[in-house]
């Protein structure tokens, strides 16, 4: 069982918002399937949540679940004072903002839920887990419990076109950006993703985690087949050796194409082996020896070797995690 609560806030009466929603909207969309359309989060949508006792008893209800993951996102406005770090809602006044990102944690710190992820696209948001009260110090964060921010405690959160610049990362990174080989999307991965992705722009993510287990947001198509992948260990029966090469695995090589063929000419089982060993190729799991192309490997009867990734995915197949 896998829950999410997804929260937008654009209607604060001072100072209002115009993105929040629409990424809220957004992320509740992609979390909710899987990418080949599997049931991925139970969700729970709820836009423009009135006052700070209203969104908190939210928060206290989804991680009051016992379930396999539970999932917090937040778009809005967010602050920090001396004492903290606050997701703020649409009643704040002079000394009370809305929730305290400290309850926020303890809340998620004593969840029964396996897998416990927050993430926030607000202002100030790093400021979840490393309370003013310690100093800035990292609090503790309890086993299962993994936190993504849009920027650090001392930074604002960035809007532009109506959707907040970290989240319109997320979505990319939750459509296949951050995928792994096998089509898994950890928070992890989404953290390097949008890390890298920001480039020049002035606020940093924050990731923070503390977990003993893997942990997947969501799938999309694998770049490769998974039955390809797991042939690693039919070309490659141990991790040093290589696959040789001829002229028979090119499917261009043969007589009826109008150009020069050499013996022996392409035959259909090899030529299959050939486009399976292309693809792994193609995402770094071998390379030929010898020759730069796959094509001139086998024109000239070299071979081609796993990568350090291909071994790191050939132990997986060997080991049946794969």
Known sequence: MRKALIVGINDYPSSPLYGCINDASAFSSIIENNGDGSPNFDVRLVNDVPTKSD????????FQVDSDTT????????????????????DYKPHDFGVSMDEILTIANSSKSKNKIIILDCCHSGALGSPKQHGGQTSNIAEGVSILTASRDYEPSIEVNGQGVFTTLLLDALKGGAADLRGHITPGSIYAYI???LGPWDQRPVFKTNITRFTSLRTSSPQVPITTIRNLTK????????????PSFEDTNSQVIEHKVVEPYAKSENVAVFKELQKLESVGLIIPVGEEHMYFAAMNSKSCKLTALGYHYWRLVKDRRL
């Open 55 to 62: 969104l908190k008893e939210l928060i206290v209800e989804l």
């Open 71 to 90: 999932l917090f996102y937040f778009s809005g406005h967010g602050y920090i004072d001396e004492i903290g770090g606050y997701i703020v809602t649409p």
């Open 195 to 197: 890390d890298q992705a």
């Open 235 to 246: 070309y490659f029966p141990t991790p040093e050796q290589e696959f040789d090469l001829n």
